[in-house]
Nanobody
Framework: QVRLRESGGGVVQVGGSLTLSCTAS????????MGWFRQAPGEERELVAT??????RYSDFVKGRFTISRDNDKNIVRLQMNSLKVEDTAVYYC?????????????WGQGTQVTVSQ
């Protein structure tokens, strides 16, 4: 069983910064990707950023403002968020994909609220 524990959400003013962290624990085999998604009220869950062996991927709406990083030894993924906007307000979810042979697990954290106020 895999558990993802997120931290770092909160309330920040427009233009401010927050850093989200996610620690994976449990029966982890071969991590193929770690990343962050977000979901605003009434909206679909959307990709924010992911990191794989091949590199980093960002959605257009966060390029230049958010930075994803990973501590491979500790299975920790972080999201540094700068120049936050009101529209960044959402619940942010950590995601991890893990492979054992032909089987791939897809795991989610419980989510952490980020609120950007004017």
């Amino acid at each position: 069983q895999v558990r993802l524990r997120e931290s770092g959400g909160g309330v920040v003013q427009v233009g401010g910064s927050l850093t989200l962290s996610c620690t994976a624990s449990g029966s982890i085999f071969s991590v193929t990707s770690m990343g962050w998604f977000r979901q605003a009220p009434g909206e679909e869950r959307e990709l924010v950023a992911t990191i794989t062996r091949g590199g980093k991927r960002y959605s257009d709406f966060v390029k230049g403002r958010f930075t994803i990083s990973r501590d491979n030894d500790k299975n920790i993924v972080r999201l540094q968020m700068n120049s936050l906007k009101v529209e960044d307000t959402a619940v942010y979810y950590c995601n991890m994909k893990d492979r054992l042979g032909d089987d791939e697990g897809n795991y989610w954290g419980q989510g952490t609220q980020v609120t950007v106020s004017q």
